[in-house]
């Protein structure tokens, strides 16, 4: 059955109309009857003497539910407004005139008759099923265990299981089936559980959920605010509402920007450029004029905004704005918060620019400040209505856009504060909401040299979305990692819509949501003007779309490291080769496997490894079995072909190599006088396995368990693109992540695209 959305619009109107704050009962089941949702049969009374007329003789069974109507009594369980009792007129009669006593003065309009629905009580026959507005992804749907006991129950399970909560924005019908076979309480009820009987199908299940994400998308927020069928009970006949409420809702529905996001390749790649806050000293301006030749930006195609003077760094200065001839790609400016709004004006309404860098803050994190912004934002709107589409502006409150294929870094960072970084551009996009988050990013990700990194700040005008949305399409980017603090209205969804794609086609998003607690989103909203969401739905969401969520800022980090550096190595199962010198690593090992298992050699690995050891003179204290417990005793050369052997075993589908570097049989110390070691030697444990890196397709990562005398060790087998951690169950708990999302890229390849545009 279809829902009857005309019949929903004329009953949620018409109770607006009549300034309620939530339906009535009888309304609430109208609703859910246009939905083609089963509710119980019920007639409405309004007094004890409208009982006496009423045709009990239509409800079957030897109960009947009474129910009080009032606008005023939202949840009636909690306030004895619900009774069940014998199906007799006395009874009835007895019960209603009771409740109109409780009940004088609660805006009274009535009770209802209900047909009493036996069912199961046991766990998982009651379920939940709610959605609600949300500022960031607009209507978001949640389904769960339900009745009284369904706080308890969600609280008690863990995260992922407790509940399902979906965008209908974002998640297509084939993926909403994958959504709601997460939380325990449908595979209890679908019949996953030892093999027992389903209790509804679920089709059934993903069909009642559908026709509430379709109410949700229709109605909110203009008319819906927030709605809930609580209890959703599982009967002989399938799924039947016995109670729904909707709070009515009375905010206009925000209407898409229409940014031209086709200009950020005029900001992300431009021909020209102009900067104004340039100062004789090494201010920022300067800074970022001197990091754009020192990128080959022609100086030719550099103007600079700079009265009194002809050139600067050999670049061409204009004494104001509006003695620019030309339109430029790219506008950064980079002065005093109190000037830039009226530069940002002189720019649009000259039209200069295609694309405006803000540097500064102060603008719009700071109440007080709207008047300052408010003919900036004037003359954006103007412009966007012409012909020409105005510009786009990144920031402000930001520290802008390191772009390779732009050839400009406005990240006024000293370089003997953050060296340039050397090699090829990886196929990496960082988009960051702080400036001081990127830079930081950047000086503990040094080996990792992405194609952009762009810091957004408040997101006055482009936003996360926008970016994301942009740059969806350029398949040179193989993993996006993304640090959040809050999206502007809707954006949210514009973002995971965008999200959805990239993942679909094989790439990787990483993804750290800041502000999660109520503290951490008003330190959020105090700096960059944004408003953090609800943790959980924003986890949930991002995971529907194939996001991978980093708990924590350092495993956002390594998370970055491992895609990066792992990026061409092939997963294709959970078993495990381990390896390590000393048993307490071994032991850690075993302990931490989460989803991987521990493989089982081949003869042939056996007999190699055996060779191995007798080679280095310890197979007599070497057993064979995995993890392999090498010893300290073992050097160089046996380490190295141990994890050869231990990695071409074709029962091994990615390795752990564990090194505790104190054992003096290993050459793990740069060079220094009092000992022999030197890293840098062809011979030494790190060049061996960065010869074997590039050789082998298996993902391996290596655990340095020791102290910071041995970072040196560290950092150059991160040189060399394996990923390197300093305790066992770390690098397993990471490592299980990222085997897990690739395998799953591996089936969405092989799967249709669900998504709803």
Known sequence: MTVNLNKISQTLRGARDRGELALLETEGMAVLEAMGIAVPFHLFVKDTLDVTKADLSLFSGDKIVIKVVSPLIFHKSDVGGIAVVPNQLDAIVLTVGSMERKFRGEALVGFTLNQYVPYDSSLGNELLLGARWTDDYGPVVSFGPGGIYAEFLASHFKTGADV?????????????????????????????????RPRVSLEQLTDVVRKFGELSTTFMPELISECEINPLVITPGGLTALDILIKLGRVPKQKAVDRPIHKIKNLLQPQSAAIIGVSESLNPGHIILNNLIREGFAKEQIAVIKPGVQTIEGCRCYPDVASMSHNVDVFIVSVDASRAPAVITEIIKGEKAESIILIPGGLEEKH???????????ALNEARRSEWGGPVINGGNCLGITSHPGRYDTMFIPEYKLPLRKGAISPVAILSQSGAFAVAEASKLMDINPKYSITVGNQMDLTLGDYLTYLKDDTEIEIFAVYVEGFRPLDGLRFLQAAAEITASGRTIIFYRAGRTAAGAHAAASHTASIAGDYAVTRQLAECAGVVVAETIADFEDLTRLFTYFRHKEVKGWRLGALSNAGFECVAIADNLGNFRLASFEAATGVRLQRIFKEARIEQVVDLHNPIDLTPMTGDLAYEQ????????????AGIIGCVPLTSALNTLPSAPGHRDDLLREDSIVMRMARLNEELFKPWLVVIDSGPLYDPMARLLEEHGIPTFRTADRALGLFNVFCRERMRTATRLHAPVALVQ
Request: with cysteine; hydrophobic share 45%.
């Open 642 to 653: 141990a994890i050869r052997a231990l990695m071409e075993d074709v029962h091994v589908d």
């Open 164 to 196: 399902s909560i979906h965008s209908p924005g974002i998640t297509g019908l084939d993926g909403l089936a994958l959504v709601l076979q997460q939380p325990a309480v449908t595979q209890l009820i679908t019949g996953g559980l030892r093999n027992q």
């Open 368 to 378: 007080g400040t709207e008047a300052i912004v408010s003919c900036m934002h004037e």
